[in-house]
Nanobody
Framework: QVPLVESGGGLVRPGGSLRLGCSASGRTLSTYAMGWFRQAPGKDREFVSATSRGGGNTYYADSVKGRFTISRDNAKNTVYLQMNSLKPEDTAVYYC????????????????????WGQGTQVTVSS
């Protein structure tokens, strides 16, 4: 298991920005494809973004494309989600997830492919 810890959530006004971070201790994230998911009250957990081990491949849900950017700094063992132009409908608990892969280019948007999860961080977009 990979102990993942998210950070950076909070309250922001519509149109604002936040940067979430996901770090791990005791394991190097450079051998894992990473994903971000979110879950709003009363809704299923949904895919937000994913990246391959080296960060060369990225993928976004249509709802966040052009506003969110996923990146990773393997030297710091951290994955980021930069969220710009936030909307009230982005309000949710955001989770990072890890999937071990020996394929440098592998990434996935399927929640069933991830076996390690963080505890989540709350993002609230409200005026």
């Amino acid at each position: 298991q990979v102990p993942l810890v998210e950070s950076g959530g909070g309250l922001v006004r519509p149109g604002g920005s936040l940067r979430l971070g996901c770090s791990a201790s005791g394991r190097t994230l450079s051998t894992y494809a990473m994903g971000w998911f979110r879950q709003a009250p009363g809704k299923d957990r949904e895919f937000v973004s994913a990246t391959s081990r080296g960060g060369g491949n990225t993928y976004y849900a249509d709802s966040v494309k052009g506003r969110f950017t996923i990146s990773r700094d393997n030297a710091k063992n951290t994955v980021y989600l930069q969220m710009n132009s936030l909307k009230p409908e982005d309000t949710a608990v955001y989770y990072c997830a890890a999937r071990y892969s020996n394929n440098t280019y592998y990434y996935t948007d399927d929640i069933r492919d991830y076996f390690d999860w963080g505890q989540g961080t709350q993002v609230t977009v409200s005026s």
